[in-house]
């Protein structure tokens, strides 16, 4: 039994990505978790940058409006946090880029980690901090770092130059870079000269026998609204649809403006609506009801373009037919199992051409395919292609393997 530590940011009750790590690794292994919440699952070791479990917020008008006192305290955060990293990588010690945690960085330093699992860059500091001398490094980057949200400018002012200063020191020093699409790696290779390789977000799988639409044929779309993704043009789209077709929004809540845009835009359309979400573990046996999973997402930045998200194996997973627009690598696993619909363009009414021209069989006939793909797309054929990647890091280490 190895000792592991996986960090993230956010929190991993409802991230999937860091959650099936923890669950996975936790079969044979003892596992700690640093996160920005505490982990409320059974075993597990959780430690907490946060302390508490933090609320979901308001969508008061109030509460928005204290965005513009917040964004010039954030931009000199940005900046402060820059110098701090240039003066704590001179000094050499990686562990007072968390002044404010040594509390904390002191109890984890008193565990002897086998492998470190960062889901997040800006945590990379912390895990090579931590790192002995048989430890084994993981980067799981799911994104382009660098590029995440190029579309705001707001972001490239805050966040983009220390991530630039973290690729530069740790990419290069990490044992293995794990990413989601070929795209993203290829510019993590162009770039920083290191190889990632391809991890997709799998879901478990999941007994389902795909049904025959009926007459009205109902859509999905589940996640985060983002300003970035355009959740709109989905929304737009079903002004040009036929009667036959209803679209449900499951969203998490926001509290700005998009948010608010969003709700009038649904309101506005009787064959739209904005439903609650569901937890991580009820997504696919809720979304399973319907017959077509949609997500129209223009390239507004460098990984919305190279996207291959959880809810495309979602949908496949609870065996429905997939609508999206021509976004590459989505756009190949589509037409490798030949299980959706892409469009030629982002435009809504593109998208609602191709819909207006199938029927409950031709539909049914892409849920059939979804159910061929949904056997090889799961996360446990995804993990065991994970233990395959992982086996070479130990060649040579005193700690043996970890029980993948």
């Given at each position: 039994?190895?000792?592991?530590?996986?960090?993230?940011?956010?929190?991993?009750?409802?991230?999937?990505?860091?959650?099936?790590?923890?669950?996975?690794?936790?079969?044979?292994?003892?596992?700690?978790?640093?996160?920005?919440?505490?982990?409320?699952?059974?075993?597990?070791?959780?430690?907490?940058?946060?302390?508490?479990?933090?609320?979901?917020?308001?969508?008061?008008?109030?509460?928005?409006?204290?965005?513009?006192?917040?964004?010039?305290?954030?931009?000199?955060?940005?900046?402060?946090q820059v110098y701090w990293f240039v003066f704590c990588s001179i000094l050499g010690i990686e562990s007072?880029?968390?002044?404010?945690?040594?509390?904390?960085?002191?109890?984890?330093?008193?565990?002897?980690?086998?492998?470190?699992?960062?889901?997040?860059?800006?945590?990379?500091?912390?895990?090579?901090?931590?790192?002995?001398?048989?430890?084994?490094?993981?980067?799981?980057?799911?994104?382009?770092?660098?590029?995440?949200?190029?579309?705001?400018?707001?972001?490239?002012?805050?966040?983009?130059?220390?991530?630039?200063?973290?690729?530069?020191?740790?990419?290069?020093?990490?044992?293995?870079?794990?990413?989601?699409s070929r795209g993203i790696a290829k510019r993590y290779r162009q770039d920083w000269g290191v190889d990632?390789?391809?991890?997709?977000?799998?879901?478990?799988?999941?007994?389902?026998?795909?049904?025959?639409?009926?007459?009205?044929?109902?859509?999905?779309?589940?996640?985060?609204?983002?300003?970035?993704?355009?959740?709109?043009?989905?929304?737009?789209?079903?002004?040009?649809?036929?009667?036959?077709?209803?679209?449900?929004?499951?969203?998490?809540?926001?509290?700005?403006?998009?948010?608010?845009?969003?709700?009038?835009?649904?309101?506005?359309?009787?064959?739209?609506?904005?439903?609650?979400?569901?937890?991580?573990?009820?997504?696919?046996?809720?979304?399973?009801?319907?017959?077509?999973?949609?997500?129209?997402?223009?390239?507004?930045?460098?990984?919305?373009?190279?996207?291959?998200?959880?809810?495309?194996?979602?949908?496949?997973?609870?065996?429905?037919?997939?609508?999206?627009?021509p976004s590459p690598e989505m756009e190949e696993i589509v037409q490798k199992y030949r299980c959706g619909?892409?469009?030629?363009?982002?435009?809504?009414?593109?998208?609602?051409?191709?819909?207006?021209?199938?029927?409950?069989?031709?539909?049914?006939?892409?849920?059939?395919?979804?159910?061929?793909?949904?056997?090889?797309?799961?996360?446990?054929?995804?993990?065991?292609?994970?233990?395959?990647?992982?086996?070479?890091?130990?060649?040579?280490?005193?700690?043996?393997?970890?029980?993948?």
């Amino acid at each position: 039994m190895k000792n592991i530590l996986i960090m993230s940011e956010g929190d991993p009750n409802r991230d999937p990505r860091p959650n099936r790590f923890i669950r996975h690794f936790l079969q044979k292994n003892n596992v700690h978790v640093l996160s920005d919440y505490p982990v409320d699952i059974p075993d597990v070791t959780s430690f907490s940058f946060a302390g508490e479990q933090k609320g979901e917020g308001s969508s008061s008008g109030s509460k928005k409006n204290l965005d513009y006192v917040k964004k010039p305290a954030r931009l000199m955060l940005g900046l402060i946090q820059v110098y701090w990293f240039v003066f704590c990588s001179i000094l050499g010690i990686e562990s007072i880029f968390y002044l404010g945690k040594k509390c904390l960085v002191r109890q984890l330093a008193r565990n002897r980690y086998d492998l470190i699992i960062s889901h997040d860059l800006t945590l990379l500091p912390l895990a090579f901090s931590l790192k002995g001398p048989d430890t084994r490094i993981i980067l799981d980057a799911r994104e382009y770092h660098p590029l995440n949200y190029q579309d705001q400018w707001f972001w490239r002012l805050e966040k983009k130059p220390l991530l630039l200063l973290l690729c530069k020191k740790y990419l290069i020093r990490c044992d293995l870079i794990l990413t989601i699409s070929r795209g993203i790696a290829k510019r993590y290779r162009q770039d920083w000269g290191v190889d990632p390789v391809i991890f997709m977000s799998l879901p478990d799988s999941h007994q389902i026998s795909p049904e025959k639409p009926k007459e009205s044929i109902r859509l999905i779309h589940h996640g985060w609204p983002s300003r970035s993704r355009q959740i709109e043009l989905m929304i737009l789209m079903m002004d040009y649809v036929d009667e036959r077709f209803s679209l449900d929004l499951m969203l998490l809540p926001g509290n700005d403006s998009y948010w608010d845009q969003l709700t009038m835009l649904a309101t506005a359309r009787e064959n739209v609506r904005i439903i609650p979400p569901v937890t991580m573990e009820d997504i696919i046996p809720t979304i399973k009801k319907y017959d077509i999973g949609v997500f129209i997402v223009p390239p507004t930045n460098f990984n919305l373009k190279y996207t291959l998200p959880n809810k495309l194996f979602e949908f496949i997973q609870a065996r429905l037919a997939i609508a999206i627009g021509p976004s590459p690598e989505m756009e190949e696993i589509v037409q490798k199992y030949r299980c959706g619909l892409v469009s030629p363009d982002f435009s809504p009414q593109a998208m609602a051409h191709i819909l207006n021209g199938q029927t409950s069989e031709s539909i049914y006939r892409l849920k059939l395919n979804a159910d061929v793909a949904a056997k090889e797309l799961n996360n446990e054929e995804n993990f065991i292609h994970l233990e395959s990647v992982m086996a070479p890091l130990w060649a040579g280490s005193n700690s043996g393997e970890v029980n993948v």
